[in-house]
């Protein structure tokens, strides 16, 4: 199987890889991105293996549960200073754009470890 890690990695670069397609130049590489943000895919990679029936939004609710943990709360542009972020929304709320993230991320997780 492989690592979590690396699936991790994988997903994350396949999101911002989407990021970029839809206008969101925001996101680091992997190798740069914070370590708050490589833990969050890492815990969401744990997440999806755990729950290999999860839909995109258990998923979303699961990222939106560990954000809301760690201080973070709406705002209408992401900013790591200040904890906000704009898809901090009950998964109904969020743009379709926004949802195909949720069902890639769990593509790509049931891809590589199942």
């Not at 492989?2 to 911002?16: D, G, I, K, T």
């Not at 890889?17 to 996101?27: F, K, L, P, R, V």
């Not at 542009?77 to 972020?85: R, S, Y």
């Not at 949802?99 to 790509?108: G, H, M, W």
Request: aromatic share 10%.
């Amino acid at each position: 199987m492989v690592p979590v890690e690396s699936v991790a990695q994988v997903c994350h670069e396949a999101n911002r890889a989407y990021c970029m397609s839809i206008g969101d130049d925001s996101q680091k590489s992997w190798q740069d991105a914070p370590q708050w943000q490589r833990d969050s895919a890492i815990s969401g990679a744990e997440y999806a293996r755990a729950n290999p029936n999860a839909k995109p939004e258990d998923s979303h609710e699961n990222w939106f549960r560990e954000k809301t943990l760690a201080g973070w709360r709406y705002g209408p542009v992401k900013d790591e200073a200040k904890k906000e972020h704009p898809c901090m929304l009950l998964y109904q709320h969020l743009p379709e754009e926004q949802r195909r993230k949720d069902a890639l991320f769990l593509a790509i997780v049931r891809a590589l470890s199942f």
